[in-house]
């Protein structure tokens, strides 16, 4: 019975995990400077973190212990913009130095409908918080496990970004990556994972997870597409992705994780609703496996999403959502999988809560973000506090804390991952 991929989307992904799209600063750079000027900016970071207990897959009790600069670099030439942000870091925990850029992009308008972004860019699309369906962009899980700024969640891509407003009542954004960018998902090596062949968790080096990237070719990039427009205050959006799942959601017959092709169709809504504001989003993922009877094959999948966020009382804000990840061709991947304990439930459930109360002049932010899936039967909890000590100098401390009643489950298979962080910045 090989039965050792059949939860691989569970093992080494979040269930569709985006925030809304506002919250990323995926610049407008549409703005009337046109004279040659130039701006330096950033900041330095120190940041420690370390888990509640101990991982008999791992070694390293620390999560997080790094030292971080960051260089913004931000210059006109006429009416075009050269925007940089590389970060430079020496790591405690994977013991070395590294570098990362984030940022190397020109902006400029081709013709008076047509704005190009041209370069290293992080992108965004879609409506939820921290719930991504439509948004096929990489992401960082490692980062977003360890304490990191949530900014750091979003991964940088090589793209081009073509941005059509010629239309009266609908926008167009076209997206393409000529070199496919997966996600940096969890791979053993800071954070353990569950494993189906051993029944356990695994890590580096035996439980290192390597998987076989696509040929590097120019028929193995990815395109993405938003329509989207506004009626009256209601937004509207329809999407579509071709590329790849972005994690190794399959394996081939030798047991290594592999990147299938996927399509994706979706659509999403946002607007007023009673004294809040509503979004709603679909998405269907249509992959390599149509049939669902290769267990080493990523089923398709329905994806749906509500949510809805409203001002308490001034300042503490609430969301909610509920999200919904539908198996398809369930029935044939049962029979075909030998029966395997570890199989995923055919409708996941998960529901957030988010509560978020500013005080003392917005100068502290208390934040507090929670996963829980009625099906799997598990948890991710995110607490935080922030707190602005002046112009230069914040401060934030908070925590990872993972359970479940099954340690297969996404969440649950991460409870010795569960940790406390602080990061302590100045900037420039």
């Not at 100068?363 to 507090?368: A, H, V």
């Amino acid at each position: 019975m090989n039965w050792q991929a059949i939860t691989i989307a569970s093992l080494l992904s979040l269930p569709g995990v985006s925030l809304a799209e506002d919250d990323w600063g995926d610049d407008s750079w549409g703005d009337d400077q046109t004279e040659a000027s130039s701006a330096l900016q950033g900041f330095y970071e120190l940041a420690a973190g370390s888990r509640l207990q101990t991982d008999p897959a791992l070694t390293e009790d620390l999560t997080l212990a790094e030292a971080r600069a960051r260089l913004e670099y931000d210059r006109y030439f006429g009416e075009t913009r050269f925007s940089a942000k590389a970060d430079f870091l020496a790591d405690g925990v994977e013991h070395g130095l590294h570098g990362d850029l984030r940022e190397a992009v020109l902006s400029f308008q081709a013709t008076e409908q047509l704005d190009i972004r041209l370069g290293q860019q992080v992108l965004t699309w879609g409506t939820g918080d921290l719930l991504f369906l439509n948004d096929l962009f990489a992401k960082d899980w490692v980062s977003f496990f360890s304490g990191r700024e949530d900014s750091y969640l979003k991964a940088p891509s090589a793209s081009l970004k073509a941005s059509y407003y010629g239309w009266d009542r609908a926008d167009l954004d076209l997206v393409w990556t000529p070199k496919f960018t997966h996600d940096r998902f969890i791979d053993g090596e800071r954070f353990s994972f569950f494993s189906p062949m051993v029944g356990a968790n695994v890590a580096a080096p035996a439980g290192h997870f390597v998987p076989r990237e696509p040929e590097t070719e120019l028929g193995n990039g990815e395109l993405a597409a938003r329509l989207f427009g506004k009626d009256g205050s209601t937004e509207w959006a329809l999407y579509g992705y071709q590329g790849f799942w972005k994690r190794p959601e399959s394996m081939n017959t030798q047991g290594q994780g592999v990147f299938d092709r996927l399509t994706v169709l979706g659509a999403s809504v946002r607007g007023n609703v009673a004294e809040g504001i509503g979004h709603a989003e679909l998405a269907w993922y249509e992959g390599k496996d149509s049939k669902g009877d290769n267990p080493l094959q990523a089923n398709d999948q329905f994806r749906a999403l509500v949510g809805y966020e409203q001002e308490l009382v001034a300042n503490l804000t609430m969301g909610l959502q509920y999200y919904l990840e539908w198996t398809q061709d369930y029935a044939a991947l049962s029979q075909a999988d030998g029966g395997s304990p570890y199989r995923p439930d055919e409708y996941r459930q998960v529901a957030t809560l988010r509560l978020s109360y500013r005080l003392l002049q917005n100068n502290l932010t208390l934040n507090g973000f929670g996963f829980w899936s009625p099906t799997d039967e598990d948890f991710y909890l995110r607490p935080s506090v922030h707190y602005r000590l002046d112009d230069v100098w914040s401060v934030t401390a908070g925590a990872n804390i993972f359970g479940g009643k099954e340690r297969h489950t996404f969440f649950g298979q991460f409870e010795d991952a569960t940790n406390v962080y602080a990061r302590l910045r100045y900037s420039f």
